[in-house]
């Protein structure tokens, strides 16, 4: 993968404060090109404040912000209702933001397995697909960021799986850097490279491995908790396709990556 | 009906309520997608208490009615941030408290030559080439900015935080929404009147709805069936001889009616589509 030392974001101590009361204080976050970083936090602890922070759509009462120059975002919601009387059909949903040619369109809906979905109405399409389409949709215009606000609330395991695996193959392919804002702390993607656990400030920050044996952690979710505790891992011997099948290293598809043939286990975490 | 359609006046109020029709169908359409049909009638309210104040103090209507729509815009915003009454109330409290102190008004200077009927309802028969001209010159310039603000006003309508995380500004974007309004209102005060203006930017986009497939389509659609209302309406009212301003949005209703209740067809057709879909989907999903 395309990883250089460019620095898409860089806050330093940065803090924002509201009514005379800091949302978020002590923030250093550094998001490199083709970077995983994600930011994990009870409710409140500030980490849509950091992501705005980040994008640059808040600024921050102190410490320092930068961006690198024409740094182009792109934006996956934690979630989105779109009124009925509003007619949208998924290849229009893709122009959102910006004009993008038809061939960009394409390859989008290619990307996330999608491509027969282009001319469906958006309000008809299930839970997963619409979050596929999203994805889509953030990435149709190429951004350097992939901005992703608690990506899989409220989807199954399956599509939760497959949605990790686009997210990691649209970096792999396009190189940008990806925060991820996550308040499911159970799992977190195994290719992030950076977590950051929020709680108002920093508590920690580091590897997942090294996060989740944190004192710090440990005191702000409680031990009893990290017994739950798994990280997302892909054991990179088989791939899930948008449509469900997987196909194994291989190179052969099945319905599902079953355990007795492939010694992996799809609800394989790793508990820690 | 005979030679009335052929008189001036009639023209005129043809071409006013055309040119109206086309500005307002983009308009409607927004208005609709984000709920905010009272905004229209709040601002139709404030554009009374406008007149009123033009009569009162002896200034143009055109600069007044606006002044008095583009200040209650600024009034909301304001209020917007106490957060002890919703959005909802306090859009209630100006509608009537504009409404009742333009009427006020408007008996405090003696009600002279004033025709209350006309504020309320409108008289499109009266318009003069002066207003045509407003109506064609402010129209074409509030229609330019529509259009060339489309994308930014359909993203902040349909979610503001895309907008906003990939630097569009949508904040921006309502506000100037919002003074469009405010603008399209102060034209429109004169030619259907406060009561029925938002039936005229809404009803036209409403009747669009299941006939389209994208905003773009949906907004060029509001306008023409806004064009066919105010055309069918004028002549109904020269036929039939009633107020023309209620004979366009009775127009515009039933032909919505008529839109609504007869063709299931397309839309039909694009539901069968996309059950298609879901079914293909339901058949490969693992689980």
């Known amino acids: ?272 | 009906m005979g030679m009335i359609m052929f008189d001036d006046f009639f023209i005129r109020a043809l071409f006013a309520g055309i040119g109206l029709a086309v500005v307002v169908g983009p308009l409607g359409c927004l208005i609709i997608w984000r709920k905010m049909a009272f905004f229209g009638d709040t601002l139709a309210h404030a554009a009374l208490l406008g007149i009123a104040l033009a009569i009162l103090i002896d200034v143009s209507s055109l600069i007044a009615v606006p002044f008095v729509t583009l200040a209650s815009c600024v009034a909301m915003m304001i209020a917007k941030r106490t957060p002890s009454l919703s959005s909802d109330t306090i859009l209630a409290i100006l509608a009537h408290s504009t409404l009742a102190l333009g009427l006020v008004l408007v008996s405090v200077t003696g009600g002279r030559n004033v025709d209350v009927n006309g504020l309320l309802f409108g008289d499109i028969l009266a318009v003069d080439t002066n207003d045509l001209l407003v109506i064609y010159a402010g129209g074409g310039a509030i229609l330019a900015i529509v259009i060339w603000q489309w994308r930014r006003l359909v993203a902040a309508t349909l979610s503001p935080e895309i907008a906003e995380a990939e630097g569009l500004s949508p904040q921006r974007t309502e506000w100037l929404f919002m003074m469009l309004i405010a603008l399209v209102v102060s034209i429109a005060v004169k030619l259907v009147g406060v009561l029925l203006i938002t039936a005229l930017m809404i009803i036209p986009a409403a009747a669009a709805r299941r006939l389209v497939t994208s905003p773009e389509m949906m907004a060029v659609l509001a306008s023409i069936l806004g064009v066919v209302g105010v055309i069918a309406g004028l002549y109904g009212s020269a036929e039939f001889d009633t107020p023309s301003g209620p004979s366009i949005i009775l127009a515009g209703a039933l032909l919505l009616l008529g839109l609504t209740v007869v063709p299931r067809r397309l839309s039909a057709a694009n539901d069968s589509t996309a059950h298609h879909h879901h079914h293909d989907e339901a058949g490969h999903d693992p689980k």
Request: hydrophobic letters at 40%; one cysteine or more; proline letters at 4%.
């Open chain 1, 1 to 272: 993968m395309a990883r250089d030392n460019i620095d898409l974001i860089n806050l330093e101590n940065a803090g924002v404060r509201r009514d005379n009361r800091w949302l978020v204080r002590g923030i250093d976050l550094r998001i490199r090109k083709g970077e995983i970083v994600t930011i994990i936090g009870p409710n409140g602890a500030g980490k849509s404040t950091t992501a705005k922070l980040a994008v640059g759509t808040i600024r921050a009462d102190e410490g320092c912000v930068q961006r690198q120059a024409g740094l182009r975002v792109g934006y996956v919601p934690q979630k989105l209702h779109i009124d009925p009387a509003l007619p949208m059909r998924v290849d229009r949903l893709l122009d959102l933001t910006a004009k993008v040619s038809l061939d960009q369109k394409k390859q989008a809906l290619d990307a996330v397995g999608a491509p027969h979905l282009a001319t469906a109405f958006v309000q008809d399409l299930s839970g997963g697909e619409f979050q596929r389409i999203l994805l889509a949709r953030a990435m149709v215009r190429r951004p350097n960021l992939l901005v992703l606000d608690e990506p899989v609330q409220g989807v199954d395991f399956a599509s939760e799986a497959m949605l990790y695996n686009l997210i990691r193959q649209i970096r792999d392919s396009t190189g940008c850097g990806v925060l991820m804002i996550s308040h499911d702390l159970h799992i977190v993607m195994a290719d992030t490279d950076t977590v950051l656990c929020l709680n108002g400030h920093i508590c920690c920050s580091g590897s997942p491995d090294s996060v989740v044996s944190n004192p710090e952690y440990l005191r702000l979710f409680g031990a009893h908790d990290t017994a739950a505790l798994a990280v997302y891992r892909h054991d990179h011997d088989h791939i899930q396709n948008p449509d469900g099948t997987v196909q194994h290293a291989d190179g052969s598809i099945s319905e599902s990556c079953h355990p007795d043939k492939h010694e992996h286990n799809r609800d394989g975490h790793d508990h820690v």
